[in-house]
């Protein structure tokens, strides 16, 4: 008669499966952490691009002013920042400021606008805009974005000229 050896089963142990849980734990919360990253640096990607957007747009729709209009601290709150800007809608706590400053002049005095919560105030005016030769633009976007909802802010800056750039 011939006894036969009992093999032992192989098997993992309790203590193994436990750690290759908690491995596998610690891969599945770091590559969700990795996602939520990568989401939150393409949503203030889309942010920038939106508010570059609407820079270029402002900024288009006053090259295409006659000088009047440029100069004027009323017809810039009325036909400009009155209207939303297409995709301004995205951006958090959006706040538009404008400042109009003489170019290659010694006169003292700025013309400052803003926008907030949809509507244009005129904070400072120079009124003596009109007789100058060119105006530097600045215009700035200001917004609460990703990641963390941390303020940024956006500027364009042109020099536009009386008469345009042929004269």
Same mark, same amino acid.
């Given at each position: ?8 089963? %192989? ?8 750690? *290759?849980?908690?491995? !596998?734990?610690?891969?599945? !919360?770091? #590559?969700?952490?990795?996602?939520? +990253? ?5 949503? +203030?990607?889309?942010? !920038? ?5 609407? #820079? %270029? %747009?402002?900024?288009? +729709?006053?090259?295409? *002013?006659? =000088? ?6 009323? =017809? ?13 809608? %995205?951006? &958090? ?22 926008? +907030?919560?949809? *509507? *244009? ?14 105006? &530097?633009?600045? =215009? ?21 000229? &009386?008469?345009?750039?042929? &004269?």
């Amino acid at each position: 008669m011939q006894f036969r050896r009992c093999v032992p089963e %192989q098997g993992f142990t309790l203590t193994e499966a436990v750690v *290759a849980a908690a491995i !596998s734990a610690l891969f599945l !919360s770091s #590559l969700f952490t990795m996602n939520l +990253s990568s989401m939150e640096t393409i949503r +203030s990607a889309k942010e !920038s691009t939106v508010a570059s957007q609407v #820079l %270029q %747009q402002r900024l288009e +729709s006053m090259r295409i *002013a006659n =000088w009047h209009q440029i100069t004027d601290a009323a =017809w810039i709150r009325d036909n400009l920042l009155n209207l939303d800007a297409a995709g301004g809608e %995205q951006l &958090k706590n959006l706040v538009e400021t404008v400042l109009l400053v003489p170019y290659g002049s010694t006169t003292i005095g700025n013309t400052q606008l803003q926008r +907030s919560l949809g *509507a *244009a105030t005129i904070v400072t005016q120079n009124t003596n805009l009109l007789l100058e030769n060119a105006v &530097k633009v600045i =215009w700035t976007v200001d917004y609460t974005g990703a990641p963390n909802n941390h303020a940024v802010t956006h500027q364009i800056v042109a020099i536009l000229a &009386k008469g345009g750039v042929a &004269k």
